[in-house]
């Protein structure tokens, strides 16, 4: 499978798609390339994709995308974070 293929494969809505933010109704399907994938388990040199959905309303909000990066964390890693 080339990386196009795998990109459109992704993209397609899928029937247990929830906003990873809030759980809504998705309005928008991202990947998520990270910078460091070893960060996300992928071994050294491999590129990670990471599908995730948004609703709407989360979307819009301006600190979306470093949400939905620790989001994707806790999700793949069971990476806790301290809030203060
Ligand atoms: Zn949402």
């Known amino acids: 499978m080339t990386k ?5 494969m992704m993209r397609k809505p899928r ?7 809030c759980g809504g109704p998705v309005s ?3 990947i998520f390339v990270p910078d ?3 960060q996300y388990g992928a071994p050294m040199n ?3 994709m990471i599908r995730y959905c948004l609703c709407n309303r989360c979307h ?8 939905v990066e620790k989001a994707l964390q806790v999700e793949l890693l069971g990476v806790g974070y301290a809030i203060s």
Request: hydrophobic fraction near 30%.
């Open 4 to 8: 196009k293929e795998a990109f459109e």
């Open 15 to 21: 029937p247990d798609d929830a906003c990873i933010l």
């Open 28 to 30: 928008l399907i991202g």
């Open 36 to 38: 460091n994938p070893m």
């Open 46 to 48: 491999k590129t990670r």
């Open 60 to 67: 819009k909000k301006t600190d979306a995308s470093e949400r």
